[in-house]
């Protein structure tokens, strides 16, 4: 599967935005898709991840209730709706595909995904 994230922009802190993770090819595979996101010379750090064959969400606490993960099962289009933004969520915003059935914090390990994304930018500023 290929994976294509799109939707980054500019938002002012506060605002909100949505990113689309469209994923093309075959997708039966791959049982959970997650965001990550990266900025120059910091380490990738998940955000959030959602199971594709179990109604199952997870969220780093920097993000949790102000980021929503998403997935539309018609399209295996995973959405991150982004709410509250701050400047500290400026970064390239990464999905990425895993195989793994994910139902403890490994999740938050890169490591498990196979598939990534080009990556998306988000800045938060005024």
């Known amino acids: 599967v290929q994976l294509q994230a799109s939707g980054g922009g500019w938002v002012q802190p506060g605002g909100s935005l949505r990113l689309i993770c469209d994923p093309s090819?075959?997708?039966?595979?791959?049982?959970?898709i997650g965001w990550f996101r990266q900025v120059p010379g910091k380490e990738r750090e998940a955000v959030a991840c959602i199971r594709t064959d179990y109604p199952r969400t997870y969220y780093a606490g920097s993000v949790k209730g102000r980021f929503t993960i998403s997935r539309d099962n018609t399209k295996n289009t995973v959405y991150l709706q982004m709410s509250s933004l701050k400047p500290e969520d400026t970064a390239m915003y990464y999905c990425?595909?895993?195989?793994?059935?994910?139902?403890?914090?490994?999740?938050?390990?890169?490591?498990?995904?196979?598939?990534w994304g080009q990556g998306t930018l988000l800045t938060v500023s005024s």
């Open positions: 990425a595909a895993s195989e793994v059935r994910f139902i403890t914090s490994t999740w938050y390990n890169s490591d498990y995904y196979t598939q």
């Open positions: 090819g075959p997708t039966s595979d791959y049982n959970s």
